[in-house]
């Protein structure tokens, strides 16, 4: 069964650049989540879209944004990296607001 | 603070014993979910338990939810090798959006 897709798998950047994280959903999902992962932490939730629009917000910093486009894809965005943002970042799909929620593999983001 | 907190944080047993993590957290809730992820790889989906149910089973494994205690474990009976991954319980809470909340994990080693 087609699962979630998320791209790059890995992403190498240094500090103050910019990056843009993909990910696909499971066909027929129109839900969209992003979560953060630390090293050794548990994930984080940044933020979710519902049928395009932004539904739920977490603790995403105000220099990450992310919107969800026609075709369901979404993609987080990502200026000024820092250090600290260093992590795995995963991306979930969901139809409407149901669970479970189904991960990607997720996006390893090294700041350098 | 997290909204859900597991132990034990490390479990190392021998293949073909029973493996029990539990799960706590703080608010009221929908449903409860636990999720297997290997080392840096994408977080599976195991089982959903919602708040109204008190049990349920999937193959090898058994959650139970006591919304009394705020509490749920995991039981993997007759443990294999490939089970050895990090186990997270996560919360969709009442009235807070369709995002989850993740415990701390426990990171489960079988032996062979």
């Known amino acids: 069964a087609a699962g979630v897709i998320q791209s790059p798998r890995h992403l190498i950047k240094e500090k103050r650049e910019t990056a843009t994280l993909k990910c696909y959903p499971i066909p027929r999902h129109d839900t969209v989540y992003w979560y953060q992962q630390g090293p050794g932490q548990d994930p984080q939730f940044l933020i979710s879209f519902y049928e395009k629009m932004q539904s739920d917000k977490g603790s995403i910093p105000d220099r990450f944004s992310a919107q969800q486009f026609s075709d369901y894809h979404s993609e987080l965005n990502m200026s000024s990296l820092e250090l600290g943002d260093s992590a795995l970042y995963f991306c979930?799909?969901?139809?409407?607001?149901?669970?479970?929620?189904?991960f990607g593999d997720g996006t390893r983001l090294s700041i350098l | 603070s997290q909204q859900g907190e597991e132990d034990p944080q490390a479990l190392s047993i021998q293949e073909g014993e029973n493996a029990t993590m539990n799960c706590s957290y703080k608010?009221?809730?929908?449903?409860l979910q636990w999720y297997r992820q290997n080392s840096g790889r994408g977080l599976v989906h195991l089982i959903l338990?919602?708040?109204?149910?008190r049990e349920k089973h999937s193959g090898r494994l058994r959650v139970t939810l006591d919304t009394s205690k705020k509490s749920s474990s995991l039981l993997i009976t007759a443990s294999r090798a490939a089970d050895t991954a990090s186990y997270f319980c996560?919360?969709?809470?009442?009235?807070?959006?369709?995002?989850?909340?993740f415990g701390g994990g426990t990171r489960l080693m079988v032996k062979p």
């Open positions: 608010t009221s809730i929908n449903n």
């Open positions: 338990i919602r708040s109204n149910e």
């Open positions: 979930a799909s969901g139809m409407g607001r149901t669970q479970p929620q189904h």
């Open positions: 996560a919360t969709d809470a009442d009235n807070a959006g369709n995002m989850l909340t």
